[in-house]
């Protein structure tokens, strides 16, 4: 049995008790109660209940903290301490279309000593149908339940499988996306996109998947999946090979080797 912090021990207790609430609601997702909060955005009674257990629990262990959620918004706490960042369903879309692929996304960020808001200490991304918890602690290593995990080993890109997202009504970038697409599909094995960039990024550093490139996402989309893949061996950067531009949702993912040549694909479409 592989050690690991407290705090990784709440954040799991966190996700695992809204879990049965979710696998419940799935197996009902016809009767959810679905409202729109955006063009093609979704917000299910579901999302509102998981992060309100998830939330109850990381605040009983830490009731000084605050918190960024995806549903909740800000909440301040103590600035001198971390915070929580809380995704409660990471692929609504598919969770409300009865599709098999979502997860329970937290991460823990530490405060500047100056003020604001640095680096991801922990992470973990929980998988309810399949309970797969995908954790990480920076510098302890990446893991899948008690195994550890590395990113793919691959060098080829002709033999790499990568995911990513599409744009879709009212978010992302058609046109920028479709000229990305046209440059790294022709050099590729394959192209996924599954609809949670949570899980994603679990699956980089699982090495399921050989690299990963998205743009438009939101921070609680990926907090945690930076940690893990940057646990687990890999790189993750900006489109432009930079950490600037992770914190307004651009993320390019893949073991160092990939993740080179994918730049110079996605930084000479751009260009």
Known sequence: ????????????????????RLRRDFGEVEQLQVSRKGPADFVSMADERAEQTVVEELRHARPDWGLLL????????????????????????????????????????????????GEISHGLIYQPLSDESFWAEKGRGAWLQDRRLRVSSRRDLSEALIATGVPYKGHGHLYRFQKI??????EVAGI????????????????????????????????????????????????????????????????????????????????
């Open 70 to 117: 995806e549903e909740g918004g800000t909440v301040e706490g103590n600035p001198a301490k971390p915070r929580w960042i809380v995704d409660p369903v990471d692929g609504t879309s598919n969770f409300i279309h009865g599709i098999p692929h979502f997860a329970i996304s937290i991460a823990v960020q530490e405060p500047k000593p100056g003020g604001g808001w």
């Open 1 to 20: 049995m592989v050690s690991h912090s407290g705090l990784i021990t709440v954040m799991t207790r966190a996700a695992r008790k809204a879990a049965p």
């Open 181 to 186: 697409l046209d440059a790294v599909s022709p």
């Open 192 to 271: 996924r996109r599954f609809g949670s960039a949570a899980l994603d990024l679990a699956w980089v550093a699982a090495g399921r998947y050989d690299g990963f490139w998205e743009e438009d996402l939101q921070f609680w989309d990926i907090a945690a999946g930076l940690l893990l893949v940057r646990e687990a061996g890999g790189f993750v950067t900006d489109f432009r090979g930079s950490d600037r531009g992770i914190v307004d949702g651009q993320v390019l993912a893949a073991n160092d080797q990939i993740h080179s040549r994918l730049h110079k694909l996605v930084a000479g479409a751009l260009r």
